[in-house]
């Protein structure tokens, strides 16, 4: 084997292993990403939706309240404004159902939210009713109305939960994964320059005995 070749065979490795340990980097900066988009995929748009609609759902709830107040008007509108904002959130929250049993705690939602409106569609029909001893109390907010506020708050509130739970639990596989990935790539660059130099050391022997031999003679 002629001296240029023994040459090339040593760049060749010494890039070889260069380009396994740049290919085991970037295998597990993709292992991460992965888990990184997952928390933002799966658990946090339903955290961002479990929000607004308590947010939502609190300003419905106020509006019933201004219609106790004697401004009926004022807390209609309230209500129609948060209810559209409400199924807006609802509908992203159902899209982005991605754990055990986020599915069965939305439908819950959407099942007593539906049952909250029909209360709500009740009130405003006695408000406008002609006999003033059919129309609504304090009493029938706080027998009919106000606990199904409080069992659909509730279930946001536990989605909200269920979310961030998960979330964490997410973000500690990932945090795992990035101190696997540090730790490997270490051990894999430090046996590649084990490996190089090895190889170098017995390529310059290879190389150099035939001079050494030469100086000798």
């Known amino acids: 084997m002629t001296l240029k070749k023994k040459i090339l065979i040593g ?4 890039f070889a292993l260069m380009g396994l340990v740049v290919a085991w980097a970037v295998t ?7 888990a990184t988009n997952a928390i933002l995929s799966e ?3 339903s955290i ?9 759902l609190e300003r419905q709830d ?10 009926g008007e004022k ?3 309230q209500f129609r404004e948060s209810e559209k904002v409400f199924f807006e959130w609802l509908a992203r929250a159902k899209d982005n159902t991605t754990i055990q049993g986020e599915t069965e705690l939305v439908q819950s939602i959407e099942t007593d939210y539906s049952k909250y409106r029909q209360q709500f569609s009740r009130l405003t029909d006695l408000r406008d009713t002609a006999q003033v001893s059919r129309r609504p109390s304090l009493t029938t907010y706080q027998e009919s109305i106000h606990p199904l506020f409080i069992k659909v708050r509730e279930a946001c509130v536990e989605l909200r939960y269920l979310n961030e739970k998960t979330m964490y639990e997410a973000s500690v596989r ?3 994964i990035a101190k696997r990935a540090m730790w490997s790539t270490v051990l894999v660059a430090g046996a590649a320059l084990i490996v190089a130099l090895i190889f170098s050391l017995f390529l ?3 190389i150099v005995r035939p001079i050494r031999r030469l100086l000798e003679a």
């Open 28 to 34: 597990n900066l993709v292992s991460l990403g992965k």
């Open 174 to 176: 990932a945090n795992n």
């Open 11 to 14: 760049y060749g490795v010494a």
């Open 75 to 77: 807390g209609i509108d």
């Open 48 to 56: 961002l939706a479990a929000e607004n609609m308590v947010d939502a």
């Open 43 to 45: 658990n946090y748009r």
């Open 62 to 71: 106020s509006g019933i309240l201004i219609m106790f107040l004697g401004a």
């Open 204 to 206: 310059a022997e290879r």
